[in-house]
């Protein structure tokens, strides 16, 4: 990608820009901004051509900046860009968000100018629902790419911006009192002792794991996380994996975690309940 003054300073002027559009060596992306070569863009294409047509103090922010960091799935919607300033207005293919953001929530990544993910988290509790913010609070935090002190600091310095509010909720919310894993194992037995469910075995070793609570001849492994907001990208792999290789024994696997014990003990009863009373024979025959 390149932008008209970019062009200009290697001494190409307007006739010699419009003569390369139309013979092809440039495609037009955005005003004043053009493909060379060809009109197909790489990875991040998209997002460098935006911009490079709002000018250097622009920054990818919102959902671009949290598909960049991994924080919420990809979209093909237009692209978000702050800059300073405000009454600014979007155009094609690009969302402009008038707002100014501290040198110190700005980064550089894949050589583009982007939020860090902490000011990025701010940035999206005003534009996604409840399940998804809670869902890259959580990436971030399994990826580490920020505290929760990270993104209150960033919250501290966006003041009264929209969506603030609701992101101090979540991370109070998620903040609150946690359980070891041997705690949550303990309130989780108590919850299903007084749902009158069949009990489990615990701590049982299946193959080369030890699993948290096991249902055998339902073929029903319950695995209790302690806590959140603290996984490493490592271990958030190692859980997959081992998920993975219990359900290649013919096991189903159900995670519950710490906060929904404390938080949600009607729902997660009912969802273990609804797991037992279906056997893996129902499963496998698509009668459930």
Known sequence: ?????????????RGGVRWRVANGRLHRLHRAVYA????????????????????????????????????????????D???PGAGRRSRNGIVLHGSMVSRRDVTRAAGLSVTRPAR????????????D?????DQAGVRRLAKVGDVRAALDRAGAAAGTGRLRELLDRLGGPRLTRSEAEARLLALLRRSRLPLPSTNVRVARYEVDMLWSSRRLVVEVDGFAF??????????????ADLQALGLRVV????RQIVDEPEATVARIAGMLATSPEEISRGTA
């Open 133 to 137: 913010l809670e869902r890259a609070v």
């Open 81 to 83: 860009v702050t800059v």
């Open 36 to 79: 060379v070569g060809h009109g197909a863009l790489p990875s991040l294409g998209r997002e460098q051509a935006a911009l490079l047509a709002v000018g250097s103090r622009g920054v990818l922010s919102h959902r671009s900046a949290a598909d960049l960091w991994g924080l919420l799935d990809p979209t093909d919607g237009p692209v």
């Open 120 to 131: 990025t988290l701010v940035d999206i509790a005003a534009v996604v629902d409840d399940r």
């Open 230 to 243: 603290h996984g490493t990208r490592a271990a958030f792999e190692r859980d997959r994996v081992r998920d």
């Open 1 to 13: 990608m390149v932008s008209l003054a970019q062009l200009a300073a290697c001494g190409i002027g």
């Open 255 to 258: 995670r519950i975690t710490w």
